[in-house]
């Protein structure tokens, strides 16, 4: 059983930058994929950033390319997501989830931290 904690969220003004992190724990790292989810309120869960588990295959939702960057260092058991160039359709919900590599559905989710982008 993998679990996941965030960090890192906050309060930022447009055009900042924040890095959220997620440690996990209870598993063995180096055999999942990682990703960021995002809600915001009123709307579903979406997804914003996936990384492979040996730390290639990078994909990225189209509304982040080029300002958001997502890496891991599977010695430390953390995924990162470095966020440039921050908007107010930014501000949500980040989650981390894990899936074993090679399958669909991502099994494990953090619990989540706020990020609130000021206009």
């Known amino acids: 059983q993998v679990q996941l904690v965030e960090s890192g969220g906050g309060l930022v003004q447009a055009g900042g930058s924040l890095r959220l992190s997620c440690t996990a724990s209870g598993g063995t790292f180096g055999v999942y994929d990682m990703g960021w989810f995002r809600q915001a309120p009123g709307k579903e869960r979406e997804f914003v950033a996936s990384i492979g588990s040996s730390g290639g295959g990078s994909v990225y939702a189209d509304s982040v390319k080029g300002r958001f960057t997502i890496s891991r260092d599977n010695a430390k058991n953390t995924v990162y997501l470095q966020m440039n160039s921050l908007k107010a359709e930014d501000t949500a919900v980040y989650y981390c989830?894990?899936?074993?590599?090679?399958?669909?559905?991502?099994?494990?989710w953090g619990q989540g931290t706020q990020v609130t982008v000021s206009s």
């Open positions: 989830a894990a899936k074993i590599r090679g399958l669909v559905e991502y099994n494990y």
